[in-house]
């Protein structure tokens, strides 16, 4: 799954996401992905994942949000 159909996937369940390069931080893990959920009687939670690459931050998100129960489809 890319960034874009994760993304869209991650919509269609109310999940506020973002996915992010930033080259200010001079090639140190660069790429970010972030998502959180609103806090529904105080369920919310929120997961982020720096990396180097934009494929190995994919694989880091796609862990972190399946702690939460979102088992991303291939």
């Known amino acids: 799954m890319d960034a874009t159909a994760m993304l869209e996937w991650l919509l269609e369940r109310n999940v506020s996401a973002l996915f ?3 080259p200010g931080r001079e090639g140190i893990r660069p790429w970010t992905f972030h998502a959180s959920s609103e ?3 105080g369920d919310g939670w929120s997961v982020r994942a720096d990396a180097d690459s934009p494929e190995e931050c994919l694989r880091r998100a796609r ?3 399946k702690q939460h129960g979102l088992d ?3």
């Open 72 to 74: 991303l489809p291939e």
């Open 20 to 22: 992010r390069v930033d």
């Open 39 to 41: 806090p529904r009687h």
């Open 63 to 65: 862990k972190a949000l």
